[in-house]
Structures are given as structure tokens and as C-alpha cells.
């Protein structure tokens, strides 16, 4: 029998993809989990007896968590990537590195195939796609989901029919879980009206009373929680997360442009992410010049949208992570959060490096470092060109 690596996550689609490939196709399936982050031990126990019940010839687990905050989430949180100003590129960020790892493994294993359970309707069809094409070409990419147009209940009609036993009632939402935030699809989030409600979120809320967290960087990586120091920002993002997410703080429902041309909406779960990009800008705001605010805002803009359509691998995003590396040599402190059940603010700030130190002057009261003189040549010189223009104009 021939060989097709699948890139397995136990939900209603992939578990679809194992007996459409083993039984219509009469392929040898292996299934392979990329475990970003979002999986408990016991979880991934339950995925790996579930793909063996749907009938793999092997299941493999790849643990790329570290890796993937070093190659990837670190450069998210340096450019203080959203996209729309509201998506911490969650499910983008993971797919790429997913993708890359099973590339890998499919080309360990020799396998004849690869495929995966993405939609013809969604950006994973092209990341997965893409980084396979570009690393295993010569391996064919097989797309049950998206060649036969299925919807959902299609699906869930399908495997009740092959004897498959799963939480069919939890499928109904698609739910992707990482290191850097949960994505929810569901019926809500198919039309541009309505929201998830409280159940489909995989945190519930259950923390009420208000409270403040410290959060602590060195050279832009979150390193502290309160009084605690982590030598890796992996634990230190999860942490984060526990404190964070039961006030169900980082929900909402991100709506943006498919690499294919159309309008998507997808809502999420993202505390710790969203937590620390405000609390990475702030501390920026306070310790970069504002040309070096500017211009990052720039390039991470680029970069993340980037990695949001599959391009991660083009030598460009190596190229702008350089220069993000080296803006934040200066970006060390603790930032305070205030934390309230669905909401949280930045308090503030204490850093060496602050511009705002008070020996220069306090914004809007004095000055030390010139004189009101100063200031009368500086705005005449400043708007100069504009009253020369205005003069030649007759304005």
C-alpha cells in the first residue's frame, strides 16, 4: 500500500480524512500532530488513541512548541503583529510552523502523499499547500475536505455511518488550539451577524475580582510574572494565560481578507497574546525613539501579513526579523496590568531605559534642556516652508 502522511488534529475534519483515505482510497495512513502548544498531556493521549480507533497505521506526536516561539511568536511580539489591528495571527502563525514539520516528517518517512484537512473557503488550504510545494514537491498533497466540497453535518453524516464515536456536538465548532491563541468557527461567525456565545470559548469565565499582574521583559521577550522569572518565555506565556483567560479577557471575533479574495470571520481566545502586545507597545512607547516606533510599525506590518498568506519562507522575513531583533536592545522593564473579567488596561511602566525620564523635563509643566528662546526660533525655522508656500500661493 502506498504511504500518505496526514496532518492530524483529531477534530471532525481529519478524522474525516483518515477513513475517506484508508477506505476510498486504500492508502497506509499516518497521522502526525504538530503540538504548538495548545495540547495538555492528557489531551494528546486522547488524540493519539482516537487516530488509532479511526484505523492509522501510525500516529506521531512532534513537539515543535520551543521552536516555534523562537523562529516565530518572538518576531510576532517584536513587531506587535495584529492583523486588522485586532488578530494576533493565532491559527496563521501555527499552520506555517505545522506545515513545516510535517514536510519534514512526510520526507523522513518516504511517504507517496501528504494531505491535510483544510477547506476549499480558508487561508490553510494555501499555507499548507504552499510550504509543502516549496519544500516537498515531488510528494502529491491530497485535500478531501476541499475536493468534494463538504460541509460540516456532511461529515459528521459520514463518520456516524462508518461506526465513528466522537463529541459530534462539539464539532459543530472548529476549534484550533496553540501557544498563541484559540481560534472558533462556528455557525455565528459564517454570516457577518452574530456572536459566539459563552460556550463555544474553550476557557470559561469564572474569575471576577479585578487584579494587577507584572509583567517583566528583557530585550523584548517576556522573561517575568510578577515574582516569578522564567528562563523560558514558553512557560512564561503559558502562565500568563492561566492568570488571564478565566476573566475571559482576549475574545473576539477578527474579521479579515482570505489569501483567496474573500471576507472571513473567525473569533478566538487570545489572553496572553493581546496581554503582552499592549504591554510590549507601551514599554516601546516609553524606551524607542519615535522613528524607531515608526518604522517597525512598517515592516511589521509587512511581516505579518507575510506569514498571514504562507509567504514565511521568502529570505525578506528573515531580513525584517533582523532589524526587529535589533530594536528591542533597549525594550527591558515591567509593565503593570490591571486584569477585570472581560477587559484589562496598562497601568503603567518602570524601565532604565525610559525617555520619559524626569530629569528632561515633565511633559506639559517645564523643560530642562532649553529655553523659551529656544523654542521661538525652533517654530519659525520648523514652519518656515509652510509660510513661504502660503506667501507664494496666495493663501
Known sequence: MKKVVLAFSGGLDTSYCVKYLAQECNLEVHSVLVNTGGFSAQELKEIESHAYTLGVASHTTLNETDDYYQHCIKYLIFGNVLKNNTYPLSVSAERIYQALAIAR???????????????????????????FNIMIPEIQILTPIRDQKLSRQAEIDFLKAQGVEMN???AAYSINKGLWGTSVGGKETLTSLGYLPEEAFPTPQTKNTPEEVKLVFEKGELKGINDQQFENPVEAIQKLSEIAAPFGIGRDIHVGDTIIGIKGRVGFEAAAPLVIIKAHHTLEKHVLTKWQLYWKEQLATWYGNLLHEGQFLDPVMRNIEKFLTDTQESVSGTVTVGLAPYRFYVIGIESPYDLMAAEFGAYGEMNNTWTGEDVKGFCKIFGNQTMIHQKVNGK
Open 168 to 170: 459530534f456536538e462539539k
Open 105 to 131: 516528517f512526510a520526507k523522513e518517512m518516504n511517504a507517496d502523499f501528504v494531505a491535510h484537512g483544510s477547506t476549499g473557503a480558508g487561508n490553510d488550504q494555501v499555507r499548507f499547500d504552499m510550504i
